[in-house]
T-cell receptor, first 106, second 112 residues
Framework: QQPVQSPQAVILREGEDAVINCSSSKALYSVHWYRQKHGEAPVFLMI?????EQKGHEKISASFNEKKQQSSLYLTASQLSYSGTYFC???????FGTGTSLTVIP | EAQVTQNPRYLITVTGKKLTVTCSQNMNHEYMSWYRQDPGLGLRQIYY???????DKGDVPEGYKVSRKEKRNFPLILESPSPNQTSLYFC???????????FGPGTRLTVT
């Protein structure tokens, strides 16, 4: 029931783009995205509520396709501060995804 | 300042000694939840509460108890801790289910 994320890990140079995917075997009615830096608590990024909805947060945006039970997080022109582990999540009984470790290097 | 507080932040205890980790929020949130985070397993929900006196099991509730007698507090109780409960624990709250969750700073528990 835990959403599966891909890739598991990615290393980027500053300014490069990345896509993180989240896929569920169960119907998705909404998707949350969080970022967790090492040694800290997860921090909310955004929620997507409707099929095909896209939202943006600075240079981070996301899409949600409820028919495919998938969501994708897009990071453009990555900055050093984007480093961390990204989690998708869903449900009243909340399930976090498997996580994607993203490292941005100079 | 809007926040979720947890205490203690660090705890080392022995097998079988009952303990309580407190969680409090000052945002008048309806929904509160406990998670544990383990390397390679990610964040897993232990229990959640949709409102006062309403609690439900999450994905990994075995060995834990919770109570929600007041809206602001949601303590996590380990009646008889075991070494496999060594983990990093997070409390979180949100306005309602399916709203953004605000996390506490975490409690690192070691059971020997």
């Amino acid at each position: 029931q835990q959403p599966v994320q891909s890739p598991q890990a990615v290393i980027l140079r500053e300014g490069e783009d990345a896509v993180i995917n989240c896929s569920s075997s169960k119907a998705l009615y909404s998707v949350h995205w969080y970022r967790q830096k090492h040694g800290e608590a997860p921090v909310f990024l955004m929620i997507l509520l409707k099929g095909g909805e896209q939202k943006g947060h600075e240079k981070i945006s996301a899409s949600f396709n409820e028919k495919k039970q998938q969501s994708s997080l897009y990071l453009t022109a990555s900055q050093l501060s984007y480093s961390g582990t990204y989690f998708c999540g869903t449900g009243n009984q909340f399930y976090f995804g498997t996580g994607t470790s993203l490292t941005v290097i100079p | 300042e809007a926040q979720v507080t947890q205490n203690p932040r660090y705890l080392i205890t022995v097998t079988g000694k009952k303990l309580t980790v407190t969680c409090s929020q000052n945002m008048n949130h309806e929904y509160m939840s406990w998670y544990r985070q383990d390397p390679g397993l990610g964040l897993r929900q232990i229990y959640y509460s949709m409102n006062v006196e309403v609690t439900d099991k999450g994905d990994v509730p075995e060995g834990y108890k919770v109570s929600r007698k007041e809206k602001r507090n949601f303590p996590l109780i380990l009646e008889s801790p075991s070494p496999n409960q060594t983990s990093l624990y997070f409390c979180a709250s949100s306005f309602a289910s399916n709203y953004e969750q605000y996390f506490g700073p975490g409690t690192r528990l070691t059971v020997t």
